[in-house]
């Protein structure tokens, strides 16, 4: 099953959920993150990632526009911008929309940082957790 996941910069919330999803879900999904203004990986979501033994390091912020006429079964959109930009998609595409706050707007010292990083992260595996097990 492929699955596209979006956000707006494909720097966190997407590239963590990337992550997740082909981890957890094995080789049953075909993964894929992107942007509708792509910019960097942050170093935080490659950092709290590692924490669980995810190496998201080697992935690189996409835009959504190199999937263009590609074919998913789902677009998982995980910020309301990306869903209200998000391209058409054929008709027989799914799409879940997940409201998830951004962890790099967070200021302050790195463990504050890092701390919303982790919290959006285990939001994100409660999330697909279900979405695997419903779709497996």
């Known amino acids: 099953m492929r699955v596209l996941i979006l956000c707006t910069g494909n720097s966190a919330r997407s590239q963590m959920a990337e992550g997740l999803l082909r981890h957890d879900g094995g080789a049953a999904f075909e993964v894929a993150s992107a942007g509708t203004r792509p910019s960097h990986v ?3 979501a490659i ?4 924490e669980i033994g995810i190496d998201i390091s080697h992935h690189r912020s996409k835009s959504v526009d190199e999937f263009a006429g590609q074919s998913f079964e789902y677009v998982i959109t995980v910020c309301d911008n990306a869903r209200e930009s998000c391209p058409v998609f054929p008709a ?12 790099a707007a967070v ?4 463990e504050d940082r890092l701390k919303e ?11 697909l957790g279900k979405f695997v097990e419903e779709n497996r």
């Open 47 to 50: 950092a709290v990632m590692g």
């Open 42 to 44: 942050r170093p935080e």
């Open 107 to 110: 200021q302050g010292p790195e």
């Open 117 to 127: 990083f982790r919290r959006v992260r285990d939001q994100l595996r409660a999330l």
């Open 92 to 103: 027989t595409t799914k799409r879940i929309h997940w409201s998830l706050d951004d962890p």
